[in-house]
């Protein structure tokens, strides 16, 4: 996908462990929006992030999960003791002027 | 809190058989968007559409924005199975919000 980097693509935890997902925008871009996606489900907005700040993590789980823009690297989503509900696939993404450039995601898989 | 709605859930049509989307929103939306999900991809941008009543085309697809600015609908002519994969609708939940609201999609199998 051109411009939003994501890793990795495929991402196996056993239940109790942690998992890190992590996202960089398009060059030139400081936000990131984070969205997850249920098997055979839409898009559900988690957390919109600039560098260094929150912006809205209206849509993130109140336990376990955060996320962070450090002022230097990629953005980081955080899952805390994973369990199997968790498996899904997570995509991060920047906005241009029209519509939202999604990475090619993090596949998720808890066992 | 707002809901997107589409249908159908999926649809298998014969290859250059029509295809058509509808999409729902229980508030009106300031713009709504299109994204196209090929099986283990992820969404790309297809269009957006601002005005009341607006109609856009990109080749053989065809956009609607409804009068009333609560729903749209995506028509392919003429599929093609380059045309598989999941459609979905997404619309702003409020003025100002950050939150874009996908519909569940329709996922479309095109038959050769």
């Known amino acids: 996908n051109a411009g939003v980097m994501q890793n990795p693509r495929h991402l196996v935890r056993r239940r109790g462990q942690e998992a890190r997902l992590r996202c960089s925008p398009m060059?030139?871009?400081?936000?990131v929006y984070w969205y997850r996606q249920l098997p055979e489900e839409g898009l559900k907005f988690m957390v919109y992030l600039q560098k260094e700040n929150i912006i809205d993590e209206s849509g993130m789980p109140k336990e376990r999960f955060s996320a962070e823009f450090p002022k230097e690297g990629p953005s980081i989503l955080r899952i805390q003791q994973v369990v199997r509900g968790d498996s899904a696939a997570y995509f991060c993404?920047?906005?241009?002027?029209?519509?939202?450039?999604f990475g090619s995601g993090t596949r998720l898989t808890v066992v | 809190g707002q809901q997107v709605m589409q249908i159908p859930q999926y649809q298998h049509v014969q290859e250059g058989e029509d295809f058509t989307t509808y999409c729902n929103s229980s508030?009106?939306?300031?713009?709504i968007q299109w994204y196209k999900q090929r099986p283990g991809g992820h969404p790309v941008f297809l269009i957006q559409?601002?005005?009341?009543?607006e109609v856009k085309k990109q080749k053989r697809l065809t956009f609607q924005f409804g009068e009333a600015k609560k729903n749209s609908s995506l028509h392919i002519t003429a599929t093609q199975t380059t045309d598989v994969g999941t459609y979905f609708c997404a619309g702003y939940s409020g003025a100002g919000s950050y939150q874009l609201t996908f519909g569940k999609g329709t996922k479309l199998s095109v038959i050769p």
């Open positions: 993404a920047s906005s241009p002027d029209y519509g939202y450039t």
């Open positions: 508030t009106t939306l300031s713009n």
């Open positions: 060059k030139g871009h400081s936000h």
């Open positions: 559409l601002v005005k009341s009543g």
